[in-house]
T-cell receptor
């Protein structure tokens, strides 16, 4: 079975500070995909990034960066120079292709990030 | 960019009533999903649907739930007799193929179901 752990329930930082959201996953599958989603107060799920298990290259997209380390089963997400609009709940997720041929996401419990102006 | 559309955005229903949540997946997509998020909790997989049948369902998806693709464009989730604990945000998702790297899941904006 798959498991995603986001140990940080809530984080508050002052605007312009950097913040890292932690994500640790468990799976026995050798092929899997990792995701981060943002859920603003309006409730929708906003896709941020997807990585596959064979691609450990870190990625940067503007103020966002992701650090994938297979050795520690972690996929951490850093926001640099945080802004108030970054305030949201962030979910890490893992997907595998099930025996039934469909993708199934397992989500973590989320980290509520509050950026203080 | 095409998107998954869910209606209504908010549905209020009385306990014991039937409710149907509607979704229009992206038109060339073949795999369809429902996920649920109880307020303040994580998003959970409910069911996947392919080739007009359920391919996998979770233990949450009991006999009170059913899914249907009635007309080739809509994808519906029916809860036959709602309970208070069915109150949640329900997300529909679709993908073009089973291969997630080339065909990621696209989520709709969700339907907030409130059972009173």
């Amino acid at each position: 079975a798959q498991k995603v752990t986001q140990a940080q329930t809530e984080i508050s930082v002052v605007e312009k500070e950097d913040v890292t959201l932690d994500c640790v996953y468990e799976t026995r599958d050798t092929t899997y995909y990792l995701f981060w989603y943002k859920q603003p107060p309006s409730g929708e799920l906003v896709f941020l990034i997807r990585r596959n298990s064979f691609d450990e290259q870190n990625e940067i997209s503007g103020r966002y960066s992701w650090n994938f380390q297979k050795s520690t089963s972690s996929f951490n997400f850093t926001i640099t120079a945080s802004q108030v609009v970054d305030s949201a709940v962030y979910f890490c997720a893992l997907s595998i292709i099930s025996n039934f041929g469909n993708e199934k996401l397992t989500f973590g419990t989320g980290t509520r990030l509050t950026i203080i102006p | 960019e095409p998107e998954v559309t869910q209606t209504p955005s908010h549905q209020v229903t009385q306990m014991g009533q039937e409710v149907i949540l509607r979704c229009v997946p992206i038109s060339n997509h073949l795999y369809f999903y429902w996920y649920r998020q109880i307020l303040g909790q994580k998003v959970e997989f409910l069911v996947s649907f392919y080739n007009n049948e359920i391919s996998e369902k979770s233990e949450i998806f009991d006999d009170q739930f059913s899914v249907e693709r009635p007309d080739g464009s809509n994808f519906t989730l029916k809860i036959r007799s709602t309970k208070l604990e069915d109150s949640a945000m329900y997300f529909c998702a679709s993908s073009e193929s089973w291969e997630p790297y080339n065909s990621p899941l696209h989520f709709g904006n969700g339907t907030r179901l409130t059972v009173t």
